[in-house]
């Protein structure tokens, strides 16, 4: 099987590869690079980081790479306009916004002409987002990790996605190799965006115990649970998650009001640093539904060999 070209305005990566963007900084610099050398496009978390920690992301990332480099910005921060502009400042290449729908980011990409792609979980908001000015569409399944806008599967929403727009569409949610690459080509996707299985890898700067998880996760581990975004979200079974299915976790006492709305359930801010700085029992560890499938963490190059290697070996 062959590749399809993948076409985000002026960007073509040399693979239809897109690594998401996991915050609170889980995809960083280090990792972004290392993705865009190997052929996709990088992609550092903007949420839940200052102008000044973004920026110097986005600086770190350039010395490493001259490939493809973006920023995922959750539309639900209060951050959400400054963050876009920061990025846009520093000639980021494209911005990849979810959690929520802004109007106004597709004229500041316009003017700034820097490509706006959308993550979106139906037809509906697909149509509005290419009507806009988006430059592409991720349709995201509920089988993703961390925040949801569906309880559908990816295989269910993107056909229908993929015949409502003429914008690029690119697949993400539960896909792991190259197999899964191959079925969502097989469906009409251009490209498809990965983030769980970089989180298992050398570049990836969280901590040793948050990729324990990911390798002890079995088949069932990675479940539904609240967030206070007001968005369910797919994390692994551990201590702080049993909390928030029985209503007893803590709540946030140092409240900065990161959030446009958020239901003071929990912070998840708090509860997504403590888990990637080694609190796994202690926050929220978001992956993705077939996050058991992964048994080794290797660097970034030697995943896209085996991504690569096993798409070209699926059948057309």
């Known amino acids: 099987m062959k590749f399809p070209s993948l076409k985000i305005g002026h ?41 000044d920690e973004l920026r ?26 400054s963050l876009v502009h920061t990025a846009i400042e520093e000639k980021i290449d494209l911005i990849f916004t979810g ?30 987002a290419e009507k806009l000015g988006a430059a592409a569409v991720v349709a995201e399944g509920a089988e993703a990790g961390g925040h949801l806008g569906t309880d559908r599967s990816i295989k269910e929403i993107l056909p229908d996605i ?7 569409v690119i697949a993400a949610g539960g896909i792991v190799d190259g197999k899964g690459i191959a079925g969502m080509i097989r469906l009409g996707a251009r490209g498809v965006q990965m983030a769980t299985r970089f989180v298992l890898s050398i570049e990836c700067t969280v901590s040793e115990a948050f990729k324990q998880m990911y390798l ?21 079974r551990n201590a702080f998650s049993a909390k928030i299915l029985e209503g007893s976790a803590p709540k946030a006492e140092n409240c900065s009001s990161c959030l446009k709305e958020c239901s003071g359930e929990y912070c998840i801010i708090e ?26 963490i290797m660097p970034v ?5 085996r991504l690569v290697k096993e798409f070209e070996e699926e059948p057309a």
């Open 11 to 51: 960007l073509i990566p040399r693979y239809p590869i897109i690594q998401g963007g996991m915050a609170v900084r889980v995809s960083t610099s280090p990792l972004a690079a290392a993705v865009a050398n190997a052929g996709g496009i990088g992609v550092i978390a903007a949420t839940g980081m200052a102008l």
């Open 56 to 81: 110097n992301e986005i600086r770190a990332a350039r010395r490493l790479t001259k490939g493809i480099l973006g920023v995922n910005i959750m539309f639900a921060v209060r951050q959400f306009a």
């Open 99 to 128: 959690a929520g729908f802004s109007r106004d980011i597709f004229k500041w990409g316009h003017e700034a002409g820097v490509p706006i792609v959308s993550i979106i979980s139906s037809s509906k908001l697909a149509k509005i």
């Open 162 to 168: 993929v015949s409502a727009v003429k914008i690029p």
């Open 216 to 236: 002890k996760a079995e088949s069932g581990d990675a479940i539904i649970i609240s967030s206070p975004v007001g968005m369910p979200g797919r994390a692994l």
């Open 271 to 296: 509860a997504l640093e403590r888990s990637r700085t080694g609190l796994v029992d202690e926050g929220v560890v978001f992956a993705g539904k077939n996050v058991h499938m992964i048994k080794e």
């Open 301 to 305: 190059q030697k995943i896209f060999d």
